[in-house]
């Protein structure tokens, strides 16, 4: 998850500067946060922004599952 968290954090820097960022590890890193449901409300901007960048199908998709983990999330926490 490291190569992730540097990603993430290039990419915050490069809405600040201009700098590049691998959207490919962000893609990886966020299917594997997915994966072991670990999704945060930051995740969902960061998702929707490798999908446009990438603009696959499976992105989009990709984007779609991670928006949708947490709604649910965010439900689960209201109702608690």
């Known amino acids: 998850m490291s190569k992730y968290n540097e990603q993430v954090e290039a990419l915050m820097a490069q809405q600040a500067k201009g700098k590049g960022t691998n959207f490919r590890v962000l893609e990886s890193g966020l299917k594997q946060k997915l994966k072991d ?6 995740d969902v901007a960061i998702a929707l922004q490798v999908a446009s960048a990438i603009g696959s ?18 439900e689960t926490q209201q109702t608690e």
Do not use: D, P
């Open 37 to 42: 449901g670990t999704i945060q409300q930051q």
């Open 57 to 74: 199908l499976s992105s989009r998709v990709l984007y779609a599952n991670i928006k949708r983990a947490a709604q649910q999330e965010h």
